[in-house]
């Protein structure tokens, strides 16, 4: 079974997240990952950003794109065989939705 670069890039993923939480600011809390298939069966990287709630509600236009296009820069998606999906949510949201994966 074919397994992405990415998988063996864990450390490399962890510290391109910690440098982007970092140029954001306090606007992110956090930001998790899981590496699997997507619907087409293909390899990709799930981000779970999670927002404050003043982000998420006064300038999520901003600060979205800026999270996307920082992940971007700081890692190779094409190279390490993965396609990412970017998945955006609030404190207050995931308060009221207690997932795990989020938390």
């Given amino acids: 079974m074919y397994l992405p670069s990415a998988v063996t890039k864990q450390a490399e993923i962890?510290?391109?997240?910690?440098?982007?939480?970092?140029?954001?600011?306090?606007?992110?809390?956090?930001?998790r990952y899981e590496i699997g298939?997507?619907?087409?069966g293909q390899w990709a990287i799930f981000f779970r950003i999670l927002l404050t709630d003043d982000a998420a509600r006064r300038h999520l236009r901003e600060v979205a794109p800026k999270v996307v296009w920082e992940l971007a820069r700081q890692l190779d998606f094409p190279g390490m065989g993965v396609?990412?999906?970017?998945?955006?949510?609030?404190?207050?949201?995931?308060s009221m939705l207690q997932e795990p994966a989020w938390a």
Avoid: M
């Fill in 37 to 40: 298939e997507d619907w087409s």
């Fill in 14 to 31: 962890e510290a391109a997240i910690a440098r982007v939480q970092q140029s954001i600011g306090p606007d992110v809390v956090r930001i």
């Fill in 83 to 94: 396609f990412p999906y970017h998945n955006f949510r609030s404190v207050s949201e995931q």
